[in-house]
Structures are given as structure tokens and as C-alpha cells.
């Protein structure tokens, strides 16, 4: 791993204004699902406050909607004498909220089914980022000419084509170690979750559909990667570069270490002996780890890729079996290389790696004798080590969740052979751990021979449970019931817990640990001590690594989006490390403890780097989440995080009026509504609402069954026409003006309940509108632009005026000539317009409403 940004935001600086409270409430800042445990936790200096109840307010109106004396304490945790969690777990309804607890106050969050959509997607720009060879973020290609063969008997120095994959973290190495686990996590968030992902970059990472879901573009990727990495089965490596990479922060387009051959790096040779050009050298015993997670993502790749590139997958099942075999004939670990420093992957354990290889390999091949082998490294490796440990070499158990356990967990595992052995003198070795001698021994006896079919599931099973139960064991006492140990990589601990508890529970139906799961899904978003996302950007409004230890953003300010960073550490951990040093004034100072530290500073490399295995590990979790919620409407189109389009893919049509100071069309357009049977939505100001004139048309239009939203009170120009990031309005002028508009419809029994979408005015807005309506439990729609439907406010005098002829003609254009016509269109016109337009639109309205309904469109409302 490596070093390295900044520049704070005014939500950064609001987070650092918390900092000097006595008391904060820590949310998940991503929001809830409605009916998911929903659990805060309020933290304090004070050590004589108590905490008896707390009440939920709706953030657009400030109200008391609900209250609760679900109260729980759990004394002193970290830089705090006092804890509790407040558990809103029974109130259900959608919307955007706060918490107030005493005279504290939790920021603004949602609860709502979607509150996860598009999140696993999300994760691939980190991915996107990271690639070497072409590099799509920077639209310029890196590290092309590598490299130069090294530790082979006869190939030494001898050039090799390994260009592409990934680089690890913020340094510019490249592990098959860390790149085929991220590839089998993310072909296995697709196996388990195919509908979740979309589909809006090609397989070079351009922002060009190529009718294949992006996070298979992304595994293809990796997967190319691997195969030049494992070019035939005598041939195995193991990674690109060392850490004198580490000499200095650059792109990875500007790359000046010189390894000796110019702009060729050194492709480390699988020996399966120890390795390490400098001082230092690894413990490696042999190929079994390597090889292992060669054939499990060879294997899980040629079947989920399958549908989308046939030659391809025949070749990499084929590689496959050639690499479990090289992993069968070497056993043991084959650690990455260090060079400078004394630190690198150490990792201990291999039969988690042929586990999972061989369940990947008998599937491909759909050959059970492999299913034997599977169950015999399986029981061999027993329960994931480091849970329930407070201490790990770094990355000694790796990956750091055991798939091949869940997939044996399954009640339909085939009936197998048991008899099948490793050949002699194949034991589970290790030079550091106790186990070994203990995987051995199972190995050894295989108990596995003398359980009934049926019940072999079971014993994996409890495998699962028993590493479940330690961490809950470890952190049922603390207010986060967080019981991950805090060393380096602690958030990657994380999503391998949240992946096995979601696993564990699938096959077994047993919800013991969702409460557990909940707190450690909300550490990630913000729902720990910091009060902090630990994914770059995620969300977007809320407090997240702003500076983290990337080149790209402390250099060049890019934000690398989706990136999970490292996590928080012992501060005994923190102090021991080398090459540390603050940017600037710690602004979590007062929330660090020897329990754990965190800093959002790009010097801290220990704790603030975003790691590409860590990132790609959370795919599935996270697109199980979405799948909970409910499938998203992947059809949708979203600009600056508002709706724009509905599903592209049904003949469906949103006609949409909007009214501020004119209502001459209102009555023509209902009974044209009326005589089609039409739902629409309409969306008016508060000034509109608050008109008594227009008090009939109102009740009328809701009488009729049609939607009524806001659409601001006073019809803001929320951002400049020229610079549409630039905002025109503060956040407080905003939330005064829309809780004014909400107002003014409650006289009407519109509650934001149920009304829910929101239209800005003059449909002009920027992401952080969308932000702030989203933190509201709003959701921001605009018109779908193409067909200047919305100009029938324009008078003759106006350089853009439109005749209604002209826009009823381009309306009929727009459906005839694009290939999808007006599918999912939000198409809007004005309720009203200024008297100087004496052509309105309104009168046209019955006649496009024909036209589209003989050419198969349905009329649909929010």
C-alpha cells in the first residue's frame, strides 16, 4: 500500500463545527430501508448526561413525527464517557428526517427504499480509476511497456506483456493476490444480483453503453489482466512492480521510477520461495494461494461470462483447471515482495484459496470430484481466523471472507465422493500460526468422511456461525457492536463481516446477527465516531474522505469517487507506523482515541487510503442491499441527481404542468384530462397555492385523482443560466423557501408524504439542489429536454419564442425519429401563461393526447 489530498467543503467544515459540542448523533448519512433495523447512536463528553427518549422530526417540516424511549447504554467508548443507541427500528414510513435526543441534534437522513439504488455501481468509478494500461478517468494509457521477467531459472530479464489490470491502492503496484479476489467479488456480486447492475460504460471505461453490465466490463477487465499474468500453466506470476514504487506521489501517466529497464517494471515469477530484491524478503512456502484464486476466478469468470464472450470463457475455463492442478502439486502461500520496507501482503493460509477454487472448478466442469476436494480444504481450513482475533499480520488471512464455505453451505450441494486425498505430503503448513498443525489434523482425519449427506452443509455452516458469533461476542459491549479489530484494512474487515452475515443468513434463515450487521453496514456511512462515510463521495451531500491519500486528488484535485478507504486503526498501531505525517489540524481531534483513530488527511496512508480489493468486496453487499429495497427503474434517466426520464423501455408518457403566477389553461387542461382518462402532475408554487383564484382549479384537479407537488414558494432562479454550479441561493434560503411552498399545500391537505416529487422553478437546478431536496425526502424530477415542449411560455417579443405549431411539430418529430420516441418522457407545459401569448399550447393538448394514444402510449403520474 501507499500515500496520499485535499479540499474541504462546507459540509466538512459543518462537521468540524461539531467538534466542539459535548454531544453528537451519529446516522447512517446513505439512510435507512424502511423496514431494515434503524439504529443511531448519540455520543457524549458529559458525563452526567442521561438520555431517556429521543424524538424524530421531518426535515422539511420540522415536525414531531414519531417518539421513542428505545434507549440503550453502554457507558464510556473511545474519546466519550457516555453512549447510547437510540433504535427507531418500528417506525416504517418514507421520508427525510432528524433526530433530537436532549438538546442534540443528528443531521439530516432518508428513510426510503432507494436509499441504496445505484450504490454498487457507484463503487466501479474507484475501479475505473484505478486501471493501468488505458486509464479511461484520464483518458491516457500508463504502464505499457510492462515488464521484465524476474526470479525465473531461464526467463530472467526477458520481456512479458502485462499491461492492464489494476493498480492495488494509491502506489502503482499491481498483486494477483488483491486483483483475482476483486474479480471474483465482483462476478459474484453479479452471479448473485444481476438485475442491479447497469449498463453505462463500454469495456474501455468510456461513458458509452455497450449492452453489458458495466461491472462485468469491469471483471473482464481483471480478468485479461490475469491471463497474461498466468500466460500458460508453467508459467504463473505473482505481481508488477515493488515499493520503489513509493518513491514519490505522480499519475500514473507521469511515472518516473526507474526499475533499471527504463519504463519496463519488474513481473515477479510464482517461485513459491521466498522473495525480495532489498533488506527484506517474504515467507513464502509455496503456490497454493496464488494459483488458488487464479482457478476460482478463471473458473466463476467462464460461466458468468459466458453469455457475453464464448471463446473467452472456453479459454479461462480451460486455465481454470491447469491452476487448480498447480495449486494441488504446490501447497502452501505465495507471499507479494517487498523491497524498501518491511511490509507486504503476509499472508498465511492457502487452503481458503483452493476451497474456493475447487467449488469454482466443479461447477465449471460440472465434475463433483472436485466438490471432494473442496469439502476436504474446507474442513481443513475451518472458521476465519482473524474473527474474534484483536491482532493480524497485515492481510495474514486473506480474502478475508471464506466464499467457498457459503457455497458448500448450500442445501443442494451434489452428493459426493469423500475418498478423494491430497496427494502425500500435501499438509496445510504454516511457519507462524498454531492452526497449521490443527488444519492438519483435520485434514488428516477428515470427519467430513462420517457425517451423512445431508448434513455436510452443516458443518460449514457452523464455520460461518462460529466466526459470526466471535465478533459479536467482541463488540456486544460497545455502542456500535463493533467487534472488527482495528488494524490496518479494518473497513475491508468490515465488508468481509457484512458479506458473510448476508450469506450466513441466506442459508441458513437465521436473522441472529441482523442487528449486527445493521452497525457495521452504518460504520461505512457515517455511523461511528467521526461521523464520517469511509467511501470516497458516498453520499454525495454528506461527510466523506475529501482528502484522501491518492495522488490524483492531493496533486490535481480529482475526486476519485467510490473508493473505500482504509479504515480506522489502534492508535498504538497509528504511532508505530513510518512515513506518517499530517497535511494539516486533525479535524476529528477531539473524537480520536487509543481505541481508534481516523483522519481524513492525505498523509495518512494507514488509515485514508482507498484500496481497489477493499472497493470491489462491497459490491455485493451492497447490491443486495438494492435488491431489498426493491429493483430499481434502471431505465431512469438522472441528471445532476435528478429524474429526467422515466423508464426508457415502457411506452409510457408523464405529462407534467407547471404554475406560478398564471392559470388561464387550467380548466381546458383538466377537461381534456378528464375526457382521456388521464392521470397527470402538476406542480405549483406557493405563491400559486396561496391565490384564491385559482382555489377552485386546485380542489378540482384534486378531485380528479391527479398529482399536486411543489414547485418552490416564490420561483427562485436556484443557479446561474451561465455557471450552473453556481448557486444562487444558500441552503437556508432554499429550506425557507420550500418549507413555505409545503406550507401553503398543507391548506390544501397536500402532505409531503404524499407528495414526494418536486419540480424546481423555471426547471433549472444543480446536483446540490437535488442534494438537499434528496436530505428533505424529496425527490427532484425535471422535463425530458428534445422536444421544447417547455417553451409555450414564450412570447413573440422573446428571441426564443415558439409558436404552438412549432412545438406540437417537434413533439411528433422527436416520437417519430428517435429510437425510443417518447418512452419514459416527463413532458411539460405551463398551466398558464402571460397574457402577450395569445397562441397557447393548452388548445393543443386534446390533439396531442389523441395522436400519442393511436400511436400506443399509455399516461402515467408520479
Not at 228 to 257: E, I, Y
Not at 277 to 299: D, E, M
Not at 317 to 341: L, M, N, W, Y
Not at 755 to 770: D, F, G, M, T
Amino acid at each position: 500500500m501507499k500515500l496520499r489530498s485535499l479540499f474541504l467543503s462546507a459540509l466538512v467544515l459543518s462537521t468540524i463545527d461539531l467538534v466542539v459540542a459535548q454531544t453528537v448523533i451519529r446516522i447512517n448519512q446513505l439512510g435507512y430501508l424502511p423496514r431494515s433495523t434503524k439504529v443511531a447512536v448519540l455520543l457524549s463528553k458529559d458525563e452526567k448526561l442521561s438520555v431517556q427518549s429521543f424524538a424524530l422530526h421531518d426535515a422539511l417540516t420540522d415536525e414531531v413525527v414519531w417518539k421513542s424511549k428505545q434507549v440503550k447504554a453502554y457507558g464510556g467508548y473511545g474519546a466519550f464517557s457516555q453512549s447510547y443507541r437510540l433504535d427507531l427500528s418500528s417506525f416504517h414510513h418514507d421520508g427525510g428526517y432528524y433526530i433530537k435526543a436532549n438538546d442534540a441534534r443528528s443531521p439530516n437522513f432518508r428513510i426510503a427504499d432507494d436509499v441504496y439504488a445505484g450504490a454498487a455501481d457507484f463503487l466501479l468509478n474507484y475501479m475505473r480509476q484505478q486501471r493501468s494500461g488505458f486509464n479511461p478517468f484520464l483518458s491516457d494509457s500508463c504502464h505499457t511497456r510492462d515488464g521484465y521477467i524476474i526470479y525465473h531459472p531461464t526467463l530472467d530479464s526477458t520481456h512479458i506483456d502485462v499491461s492492464g489490470g489494476w493498480h492495488d491502492a494509491s502506489d502503482y503496484l499491481q498483486y494477483v493476490t488483491t486483483s483475482a479476489n476483486a474479480v471474483f467479488q465482483m462476478l459474484f456480486a453479479y452471479q448473485q444480483n444481476p438485475k442491479v447492475f447497469g449498463d453505462r460504460y463500454d469495456a474501455a471505461g468510456r461513458l458509452i453503453p455497450n449492452s453489458i453490465p458495466d461491472i462485468l466490463d469491469e471483471a473482464k477487465w481483471g480478468l485479461d489482466w490475469l491471463v497474461k499474468m498466468n500466460p500458460s500453466k508453467d508459467l504463473m506470476f505473482n505481481q508488477v512492480a515493488d515499493d520503489r514504487d513509493h518513491l514519490g506521489f505522480r499519475l500514473p501517466t507521469q511515472d518516473t521510477v526507474n526499475y533499471g529497464r527504463g519504463k519496463e517494471r519488474p513481473v515477479y515469477f510464482a517461485t513459491g520461495q521466498p522473495q525480495g530484491i532489498g533488506k527484506y524478503k517474504n515467507r513464502s512456502t509455496g503456490l497454493a494461494s496464488t494459483a488458488g484464486k487464479f482457478a476460482s476466478a478463471f473458473a466463476l469468470g467462464s460461466q458468468v461470462l459466458r453469455p457475453f464472450s464464448t471463446e473467452f470463457s472456453k479459454l479461462i475455463k480451460k486455465k481454470s483447471k491447469d491452476a487448480f492442478e498447480i495449486g494441488v502439486a504446490h501447497p502452501g502461500v505465495c507471499q507479494t515482495a517487498q523491497c524498501r520496507a518491511p511490509y507486504f501482503y503476509e499472508e498465511d493460509n492457502w487452503l481458503d484459496d483452493m476451497e474456493l477454487a475447487a467449488v469454482q472448478v466443479a461447477s465449471a466442469f460440472d465434475d463433483t470430484t472436485y466438490l471432494a476436494y473442496a469439502i476436504h480444504f474446507g474442513n481443513g481450513e475451518g472458521g476465519s481466523p482473524w474473527m474474534g482475533a484483536d491482532t493480524a499480520h497485515h492481510y495474514q488471512w486473506y480474502p478475508f471472507v471464506n466464499l467457498g464455505h457459503y457455497f458448500l453451505a448450500a442445501d443442494d450441494l451434489p452428493s459426493v465422493s469423500l475418498n478423494a486425498r491430497l496427494p502425500d505430503g500435501q499438509e496445510a503448513k504454516s511457519r507462524r500460526d498454531k492452526r497449521s498443525e490443527e488444519s492438519s489434523q483435520r485434514l488428516d482425519s477428515s470427519p467430513l468422511k462420517n457425517v451423512a449427506q445431508n448434513d455436510k452443509p452443516k458443518v460449514f455452516r457452523d464455520f460461518m456461525r462460529e466466526g459470526l458469533e466471535k465478533l459479536y461476542d467482541k463488540g456486544k459491549l460497545n455502542p456500535f457492536l463493533f467487534g472488527i479489530p482495528f488494524i490496518w484494512c479494518s473497513n475491508n474487515y468490515v465488508a468481509a463481516a457484512l458479506t458473510q452475515i448476508r450469506l450466513y443468513e441466506q442459508v441458513t434463515r437465521d436473522t441472529s446477527y441482523r442487528e449486527m450487521e445493521a452497525s457495521l453496514r452504518d460504520w461505512l456511512f457515517g455511523c461511528n465516531p467521526w461521523g464520517t462515510s469511509m467511501i470516497v463521495g458516498l453520499p454525495k451531500s454528506g461527510v466523506s474522505p475529501k482528502d484522501p491519500h491518492s495522488a490524483f486528488t492531493h496533486l490535481y484535485g480529482y475526486e476519485i469517487n467510490g473508493g473505500l478507504v482504509d479504515g480506522p486503526v489502534r492508535g498504538s498501531i497509528f504511532n508505530s507506523l513510518k512515513g506518517i505525517h499530517l497535511s494539516k489540524p486533525d479535524a476529528f481531534s477531539e473524537f480520536q482515541s487509543d481505541v481508534a483513530v481516523y483522519h481524513d488527511d492525505w498523509g495518512d496512508y494507514s488509515t485514508n487510503e482507498p484500496t481497489m480489493d477493499g472497493t470491489a468486496s462491497l459490491t455485493y453487499y451492497l447490491s443486495s442491499l438494492e435488491v431489498e429495497g426493491g429493483l430499481p427503474k434502471r431505465n431512469h434517466e438522472v441528471v445532476l441527481g435528478g429524474i429526467t426520464r422515466m423508464d426508457t423501455t415502457e411506452k409510457e408518457n408523464y405529462l407534467v404542468f407547471t404554475g406560478h403566477e398564471f392559470a388561464d389553461g387550467g380548466e381546458t387542461i383538466r377537461r381534456t384530462l378528464k375526457k382521456h382518462n388521464i392521470k397527470a402532475s402538476l406542480f405549483f408554487t406557493g405563491d400559486f397555492y396561496r391565490n384564491k383564484n385559482f382555489a377552485p382549479l386546485i380542489k378540482s384537479l384534486m378531485n380528479d385523482g391527479h398529482y399536486l407537488g411543489g414547485h418552490s414558494d416564490k420561483h427562485l432562479l436556484y443557479a446561474s443560466w451561465e455557471k450552473r454550479d453556481s448557486l444562487l441561493v444558500t441552503r437556508d434560503s432554499f429550506l425557507i423557501d420550500i418549507r413555505a411552498n409545503y406550507e401553503a399545500m398543507k391548506k390544501f391537505g397536500l402532505a409531503r408524504q404524499s407528495a414526494r416529487y418536486y419540480l424546481p422553478p423555471y426547471e433549472w437546478y444543480n446536483q446540490a439542489v437535488s442534494e438537499w431536496c434528496n436530505e428533505l425526502g424529496l425527490t427532484l424530477v425535471n422535463f425530458t429536454p428534445g422536444t421544447s415542449s417547455n417553451a409555450d411560455y414564450t412570447t413573440p417579443d422573446m428571441a426564443n419564442y415558439l409558436s404552438s405549431d412549432s412545438i406540437y411539430q417537434r413533439i411528433l418529430r422527436y416520437e417519430s425519429t428517435h429510437a425510443n420516441g417518447l418512452n419514459g418522457f416527463i413532458l411539460l407545459t405551463h398551466v398558464g401563461t402571460s397574457p402577450m401569448r395569445t397562441d397557447r399550447f393548452y388548445r393543443k393538448l386534446e390533439g396531442l393526447v389523441a395522436v400519442l394514444k393511436k400511436r400506443g402510449y399509455r399516461f402515467r403520474s408520479f
